[in-house]
């Protein structure tokens, strides 16, 4: 685990801080209009091409409530997979996971609805810590077992929370979610201060876990790639 601060965390709250302000002076955070002019995830819109709401969408938050409770989340969340990931893996698995969120909620969601919030990438970190500890849980041992169940309790109550109280886009989670533990099964760093057995087949044997580390890359990108694809597809085959 690094122990450097979790610099793109602390530049994701900067922008989502300036995005809302940006939108309470232009007409409110509150409001679907100014929302929808500003980069909202919003059905019609995004079918007719304006993909590019897929990535505005995960940076705006709808009412001071909104954007505090993500922004606690991301600084607690983020701050422990940034930290396990490194600064540049974190920032390319919050966004394939935001992006992965906006595709499911541009699905699912109720056409005339307006879907904004960093959720869905928050979740996905979630989602890449369970691939970290599903990946390492021979190396951690018990820790790693315990840490597992910890992660997939937590998404499973955080679900049943999103389906419970009304307004909450579980779709985005959901999808948020299954990016982030793909692309983070495939991100996964290697473990610091972990010992290996020497032996006279040391390099075939590290040659052998490069090989098979970029292979998990390769691997778990395109299913990343895939599962969104098939979200798009989903929304764009729909009629409202």
Request: hydrophobic fraction near 50%.
């Given at each position: 685990m690094s122990t450097s601060k979790p610099i793109v965390v602390y530049s994701l709250l900067g922008v989502n801080l300036a995005c809302w302000i940006f939108l309470e002076i232009t007409g409110g955070s509150q409001d679907p209009a100014n929302l929808r002019r500003l980069g909202a995830i919003t059905f019609f819109e995004i079918?007719?091409?304006?993909?590019?709401?897929?990535?505005?969408?995960?940076?705006?938050?709808?009412?001071?409530?909104?954007?505090a409770v993500n922004c606690l989340s991301l600084l607690i969340m983020?701050?422990?997979?940034?930290?396990?990931?490194?600064?540049?893996?974190?920032?390319?698995?919050?966004?394939?996971?935001?992006?992965g969120g906006s595709a499911f909620s541009y699905a699912m969601i109720p056409a005339l609805s307006v879907g904004a919030g960093a959720s869905g990438a928050i979740f996905g970190c979630l989602g890449a810590l369970g691939g970290f500890f599903l990946l390492r849980r021979r190396d951690l041992g018990e820790l790693g077992?315990?840490?597992?169940?910890?992660?997939?309790?937590?998404?499973?109550?955080?679900?049943?929370?999103?389906?419970?109280?009304?307004?909450?886009?579980?779709?985005?989670?959901?999808?948020g979610?299954?990016?982030?533990?793909?692309?983070?099964?495939?991100?996964?760093?290697?473990?610091?201060?972990?010992?290996?057995?020497?032996?006279?087949?040391?390099?075939?044997?590290?040659?052998?876990?490069?090989?098979?580390?970029?292979?998990?890359?390769?691997?778990?990108?395109?299913?990343?790639?895939?599962?969104?694809?098939?979200?798009i597809w989903i929304g764009n085959g729909r009629l409202y």
């Open positions: 079918s007719r091409g304006e993909y590019w709401r897929l990535v505005t969408g995960m940076f705006l938050h709808i009412g001071p409530a909104h954007l983020g701050g422990i997979v940034e930290r396990i990931f490194g600064n540049l893996r974190f920032a390319v698995l919050y966004l394939c996971a935001g992006l077992r315990q840490n597992l169940n910890a992660v997939l309790i937590l998404a499973g109550i955080n679900f049943v929370f999103g389906f419970i109280i009304p307004g909450i886009d579980n779709w985005a989670h959901l999808g979610f299954i990016i982030g533990g793909l692309v983070g099964i495939g991100l996964v760093p290697p473990l610091r201060g972990v010992r290996r057995p020497i032996s006279g087949t040391i390099g075939k044997e590290s040659r052998s876990t490069a090989n098979t580390s970029v292979y998990r890359i390769y691997v778990s990108m395109l299913a990343a790639f895939f599962v969104f694809a098939i979200a």
